[in-house]
């Protein structure tokens, strides 16, 4: 049967080189990358790093120091008229608002962030980023591995597509956790920004500790979960390799 779609052979060779290419790689990356990395991964979480269990050792001294109270026998002596911000309330009378104190630069030069969490994070960060790659080239693989769409005998296509899926919620999960690092360190940013305006409040201190010790739990827990992910995809995919590699039995085999 002649083919309905014209392909130049060049180009045909070369995907075809492809294809080849993708299919050794993701068979290597199952049968034996996700075994080493699981295992380098229970190995790191029994590192001292990330095995801290008083909590105190991870926080990072805020040196922005306390002014000195000013005191005023009116609230609007040494202020400018111009410069008093005040509100005016529903009833009419008005009331005088205590503004933050005005951030032109940090008096000790730039606040440096946690050294101790950074360290770890630079470490969490290129595992995120080797499971999203591997996924995505064992979830390629799978996918190529598709036969054409036909009427009944759709077991094994089934199972394929179960694979792909679980690949692609892995992939979805460690980019979630890139996303949960830019958000600790935005939240951490915000809430040191507020003690420099506002150095007399301590909540702001304790929670800029609070959300130290929290991102310090779930990193703790990311390793974890790649871990996890390595062993289910790699327990997932041997386990169901016939059918993946083979998804459609032949009417020779239907007969035995």
Same mark, same amino acid.
């Given at each position: 049967m002649s083919s309905l779609l014209?392909? @130049? *052979?060049?180009?045909?060779?070369?995907v075809d080189a492809f294809r080849e290419r993708i299919s050794a790689e993701a068979e290597d990356l199952v049968a034996?990358?996700?075994p080493k990395k699981l295992l380098e991964l229970d190995h790191f979480l029994k590192d001292p790093c990330i095995n801290i269990t008083?909590?105190?050792e991870i926080h990072s001294?805020? *040196?922005?120091?306390v002014p000195d109270p000013i005191l005023l026998s009116n609230l609007n002596d040494g202020l400018?008229?111009?410069?008093?911000?005040?509100?005016?309330?529903?009833d009419g009378s008005r009331e005088d608002i205590v503004t933050g104190t005005k951030v032109f630069v940090m008096p000790g030069g730039m606040m440096k962030c946690n050294t101790n969490l950074v360290e770890l994070i630079e470490k969490v960060k290129p595992e995120i980023r080797t499971l999203i790659e591997k996924c995505n080239t064992v979830k390629m693989w799978v996918q190529l591995l598709i036969p054409r769409i036909e009427d009944g005998n759709n077991f094994g296509v089934s199972i394929q597509e179960e694979t792909v899926a679980e690949l692609r919620t892995v992939e979805g999960e460690a980019a979630s956790y890139l996303d949960q690092i830019s958000r600790y360190y935005i939240t951490r940013a915000k809430l040191v920004s507020k003690i420099a305006k506002y150095p007399h409040v301590? @909540?702001?201190?304790r929670t800029v500790t609070e959300i130290d010790e929290k991102e310090y739990i779930s990193l703790k827990i990311i390793v974890s979960e790649l871990r996890n992910q390595y062993v289910t995809l790699? @327990?997932?995919?041997?386990?169901?390799?016939?059918?993946i590699k083979r998804p459609r039995s032949s009417n020779t085999d239907a007969l035995y």
């Open positions: 014209k392909v @130049d *052979n060049e180009i045909k060779t070369k034996n990358f996700f008083e909590l105190k001294e805020i *040196n922005l120091t400018e008229g111009q410069n008093a911000k005040k509100r005016k309330l529903e301590e @909540d702001y201190r790699h @327990d997932m995919i041997l386990k169901n390799i016939e059918k």
